[in-house]
């Protein structure tokens, strides 16, 4: 905005050891607030991560519950057909 031609002007990355008229203080709180930048990153790539993981666990746990009543429910079926067969042959 201040340049001529009315281009805008883009942020240099600077090393704030390297950088003149720096005090002490200042270049602590750059490096300070460059680690909490880097945190943030990386929680943020955790939380996903822990998203899916839980996903995953959730739907293989959901799946064994769903197989288990399925088995379950096929083995009743199978015993009622046994017992039909026993009284019927009871009955002959």
Known sequence: SGQPGGEAAFARRIDPAREPGLS??????MAQ???AQRQRAL?????????LLALGIGAVAFGIYGYTFYSVSQERFLDELEQEAE?????A
């Open 24 to 29: 002490p203080e200042q270049r602590l709180l």
């Open 33 to 35: 607030v460059e680690r």
């Open 43 to 51: 929680q943020r790539r955790l939380r996903g991560r822990n998203a």
């Open 87 to 91: 009284a019927a042959r009871a009955r």
